[in-house]
């Protein structure tokens, strides 16, 4: 029986084996650190990968070669918005440096706003906050983008006076707290727009942000 081995691993014993008519014998075959065996051959063809291969009632010559990989793992990546660089589930070689960011951040979608804001994930992932990140993959492993929701406020003046808050986006949940000043001669006389109506006559007014807002 010839036994041969490629590259990242070994089979035992190697080479030429010689067995008694009608006899038996056993090949141990053992890949090196971070590699597995991707294909095992006998007589020609393949059949099913184990690291423990016998011949028994041996009556002709045989071959056995074994072929090893190295070890993969996948990363899989996940964003509501925007997009992702790699994008979904990727296979790479283990100890592959993974470079991953987010694109398309701010996303707009009319008076709605999602800013990426960080990640959290699985494997060999440490969650952190930004827009990209970097680490070397040694498992199977998720990156999954967080992204916060900003709602637009804007705030206006009918008549002669001012409001101290500036039209511009707020984080969904906020309270923002606004007051109105008239000028001389003028005075604070209520709200109109996504005001409740129990509040238009509030000042300062405080709103939550749970909707875009537009008032005056």
Request: aromatic letters at 10%.
């Amino acid at each position: 029986i010839t036994s041969t081995a490629g590259p990242d691993g070994t089979i035992e014993p190697t080479g030429t084996v010689l067995v008694a008519y009608g006899g038996s014998t056993n090949f141990v075959i053992t890949p090196n650190v971070l590699y597995h065996i991707t294909n095992l051959v006998v007589d020609g063809s393949p059949v099913t990968i184990t690291n423990d291969y016998a011949f028994s009632n041996v009556t002709n010559a045989h071959t056995i070669e074994v072929y090893f990989g190295m070890d993969e793992y996948t990363l899989t990546v996940n964003t509501p918005f925007g997009g992702a660089v790699p994008a979904g589930v990727t296979t790479n070689n283990v100890g592959t440096p993974m470079d991953v960011y987010v694109t398309g951040t701010p996303y707009t979608d009319g008076t709605t706003q999602y800013v990426c804001t960080g990640w959290t994930g699985t494997g060999d992932v440490i969650p952190g906050s930004g827009t990209n990140y970097s680490f070397i993959l040694a498992q199977d492993s998720t990156v999954d983008w967080q992204w916060e929701t900003n709602f637009m406020l804007n705030t206006g003046v009918s008549g002669a006076g001012s409001v101290d808050v500036t039209s511009g986006w707020q984080i969904a949940g906020a309270n923002p707290i606004i007051m109105a000043t008239g000028s001389n001669g003028w005075h604070f006389a209520g709200w109109t727009g996504d005001v409740p109506p129990a509040n238009t006559n509030d000042n300062p007014l405080s709103l939550t942000m749970d909707q875009a807002r537009s008032i005056t």
